[in-house]
């Protein structure tokens, strides 16, 4: 194994264990071991083999997480491993996990009585109900941090309280009955669609990646990476695309990403010459936009499929041109950067042999191929996974370098359910703003002071929904901002027209879109940290880097070719070619550089013409074409005539 094979596998592990206790008591070690391993073979035997009534199915889930996070998270996450109280668990975390077990057990046992009652709870499930609502907002704070928690409440008092708000959001009372039964005994809060979809497709998907990286394939797609672009002007910025955004859609945490292959790619890209903030900010965008990369999309689109009733496979299949364009943009940039400042590539004797990787790892690609096929061919993500995970096992055993014995093979169900802990508090505590949002109508409300405000112009509509998204989005695990972004703002989307498809990729590419946003920037900051510059500069860079991703939302709004819901194969290559274009014109503009570094007004000029190239406007769309070559042209002839001059 190579040494930045050997360093990528070590941060990987760092990422995903560092926030946890460091167990050194052996009762402890095994127990924390025994729980995550059979949270693990629970879900992967109800995927296989059949699932238990909803609500008992997520109670399971969540109760296993919540008793994980109380036991290795700590109440204070600062230096997990400075002392021995780090180490063990406390009295009153132990307290917090038995009582996670028995609010849950409740509800696995005692559910039938609760339907034949007609839901209606009584006193005991109104003191159970309080407490787990409690201990599941302790539960999200410990492991995603104040901000959902708060924001869960504030909607909890909103239920309680809305009659003393003015205006249009202004709803009768709920009593505090009703709000429990809401939230603890019904599938319409906590137990909603959001922890449902973290129970049957997150977990899964978190699995199968634990299990992809466990057997080598972030070896195999920084070794490809390398190997494809490493020579090229910019390469490692180059590896940093590609190694990302392949690794970004299996993982689904833009900063796991940043840690796990930017600890790799930036100290490359400021070894050949880029500066540390361009390198944090590119590792910073690639990662993020991991996650709108098909086929699995940082599991998070398993929840758009959910809520529009869309199949999987069509929102796989949608999401591939705006993807492709979002890293052909950042490609682009990297690229005019490289020569900007004249930079090349990696030298041959640095770049691992692509044969040689085909030969060794080359066979692990089996499994994501099978996930997709089976997606493709109609199968539910359910099984898909199921299925991969099962490939993988198998497959690993095709080379030595690969093999997963059974000790590593547990270690990856432990690290599996580790991994899904973060999600799936986030996902069970927006079930209550979900829950609070159904119970008082205030999407409605919502959707009626949107239109109202915009007075239906759907470009402003867009815009508010776009700021609203990244607001939603700060700071939160991408699953939690779309369920939140998704209930409220892509209603207000659909009323006024747009597509259902459309108007909630829009609202999850933003949501996505919201960890490089300034001023709460988590992918930035983390990337930051790596390259040892400015926190506040990575961001802004990072936003710049990005500008095409917020646009190319804006541009399948108005062209819905460009998602492959409309128009034939024709119109579809005219609206992807013109796009390519534009984002071209848009990347050198921003960068500053064509083949001579631009004026302010050439950069202006080309920048207009992107966005006209963009658009679904025919006569935009010609202007742009024929302006945008023309500038073009003259900076080609510039280029001609400062070699001549230099020749003389």
């Known amino acids: 194994m190579s040494k930045h094979n050997k360093k990528l596998n070590q941060n990987i592990e760092v990422s995903n264990q560092s926030k946890y206790r460091n167990f050194n008591n052996k009762f402890w070690k095994y127990l924390i071991f025994a729980i995550a391993v059979s949270l693990s073979i629970f879900h992967l035997y109800s995927a296989g083999f059949g699932s238990l009534l909803a609500i008992k199915f997520r109670a399971v889930h969540i109760g296993v997480i919540m008793i994980l996070i109380f036991l290795l998270i700590p109440h204070r996450n600062k230096k997990v491993d400075s002392n021995l109280f780090s180490k063990y668990p406390s009295i009153f975390d132990v307290l917090l996990a038995l009582l996670s077990g028995v609010t849950i057990g409740y509800i696995f046992y005692f559910y039938d009585d609760v339907i034949l009652r007609g839901g209606i709870a009584n006193q005991t499930e109104i003191i159970l109900g309080t407490i787990f609502l409690l201990l599941i907002l302790e539960a999200a704070r410990r492991s995603v941090g104040w901000a959902l928690p708060l924001l869960a409440v504030i909607f909890f008092l909103y239920g309680l309280y809305g009659e003393w708000i003015p205006g249009p959001l202004n709803h009768a009372n709920f009593s505090y009955r009703r709000m ?383 998602i492959l819901i409309e128009g034939g194969i024709d119109n579809i290559l005219i609206s992807l070619f013109t796009a390519m274009f534009g984002i071209f014109l848009i990347a050198a503009s921003v960068i500053g550089h064509y083949v001579v570094n631009l004026s302010m007004l050439n950069r202006t000029i080309l920048f207009i013409c992107g966005i006209l190239l963009i658009s679904s406007i025919l006569w935009a769309n010609l202007v742009g074409i024929l302006v945008g070559l023309f500038i073009l042209f003259v900076l080609n002839k510039q280029k001609s005539s400062i070699q001549t001059n230099s020749l003389i």
């Open 180 to 562: 429990i039964e809401q939230m603890y005994i019904s599938t319409e809060g906590i137990f909603g669609i959001a922890l449902g979809v973290s129970a049957q497709y997150i977990f899964l998907f978190i699995l199968f990646g634990a299990f992809m990286s466990k057997t080598g394939m972030g070896q195999l797609i920084t070794d490809m990476s390398l190997a494809v672009s490493g020579k090229k002007a910019g390469g490692p910025a180059k590896v940093a695309v590609i190694a990302s955004s392949t690794m970004g859609t299996i993982n689904g945490a833009a900063v796991a990403n940043v840690v796990t292959t930017g600890s790799f790619t930036i100290p490359l890209m400021k070894k050949i010459g880029f500066k540390p903030v361009f390198a944090g900010s590119v590792e910073a965008v690639a990662s993020a936009g991991g996650q709108i990369v098909p086929p699995v999309m940082g599991a998070a689109a398993f929840i758009l499929a959910e809520l529009t009733g869309i199949s999987y496979a069509t929102v796989m299949i949608a999401a591939i041109v705006p993807a492709f364009l979002y890293y052909f943009s950042t490609w682009i940039m990297i690229d005019r950067e490289a020569k900007r400042l004249n930079l090349r590539g990696l030298n041959k004797e640095e770049l691992p042999s692509l044969k040689e990787t085909f030969i060794k790892r080359g066979h692990m690609i089996i499994p994501l191929v099978i996930v997709v096929s089976l997606i493709v061919y109609g199968l539910t993500p359910i099984y898909a996974a199921f299925f991969g995970i099962v490939s993988i096992w198998i497959v690993s055993f095709l080379r030595k370098e690969t093999k997963l014995t059974f000790k590593e093979f547990m270690l990856t169900l432990e690290e599996g359910s580790k991994g899904a802990l973060s999600v799936a508090a986030a996902c069970a505590v927006v079930g209550i703003i979900i829950g609070v949002v159904s119970l008082t109508g205030l999407g409605v409300s919502f959707t009626s002071i949107m239109l109202d405000l915009t007075h239906g112009q759907l470009p402003l509509l867009l815009l508010l929904t776009m700021l609203s998204c990244i607001i939603l989005g700060m700071g939160l695990p991408t699953s939690a901002a779309y369920i939140m972004a998704g209930t409220v703002a892509a209603p207000v989307l659909i009323a006024t027209g747009v597509e259902v498809l459309a108007a909630h990729l829009f609202v999850f590419y933003f949501a996505t879109l919201s960890t490089l946003t300034p001023p709460v920037a988590l992918a930035s900051y983390a990337a930051a940290g790596i390259a040892n510059a400015s926190p506040s500069k990575v961001g802004w860079a990072g936003f710049r880097l990005a500008i095409a991703g917020f646009i190319i939302p804006f541009a399948f709004v108005y062209n819905p070719s460009l």
